[in-house]
Nanobody, 121 residues
Framework: QVQLVESGGDSVQAGGSLRLSCAAS????????MGWYRQAPGKQRELVAD???????NYADSVKGRFTISRDNAKNTVYLQMNSLKPEDTAVYYC???????????????WGQGTQVTVSS
């Protein structure tokens, strides 16, 4: 009923930049928190950054000062601007959202399909 679709992943050299986006569509009444996670091969999925409906942001220590999360509530879209990329940023990046559906007071959590980011040295 709800889909999150990421885009913007690519292969870049160290020091480069990428901008990821994730658009939510389907039966949506309201989106609360949205966030970006990443998972490298052989490692646990970890939080990169998240943002509340009011715009409060939170970042992993490893990306502070380099990444910026933002959202456009009118478009149900969340973005991740990634600057000064490092090889250790290489991972599949997933977006996540807490969503209320029409006629339903329950809060549901959804994941996107992921987009690959590869940073070479």
């Amino acid at each position: 009923q709800v889909q999150l679709v990421e885009s913007g992943g690519d292969s870049v050299q160290a020091g480069g930049s990428l901008r990821l986006s994730c658009a939510a569509s389907g039966s949506i009444s309201r989106i609360n928190g949205m966030g970006w996670y990443r998972q490298a091969p052989g490692k646990q999925r970890e939080l990169v950054a998240d943002i509340t409906s009011g715009g409060r942001t939170n970042y992993a220590d490893s990306v502070k000062g380099r990444f910026t999360i933002s959202r456009d509530n009118a478009k149900n879209t969340v973005y991740l601007q990634m600057n000064s990329l490092k090889p250790e940023d290489t991972a599949v990046y997933y977006c996540n959202a807490d969503v209320r559906r029409p006629y339903d007071s329950t809060l549901y959590n959804y994941w996107g399909q992921g987009t690959q980011v590869t940073v070479s040295s």
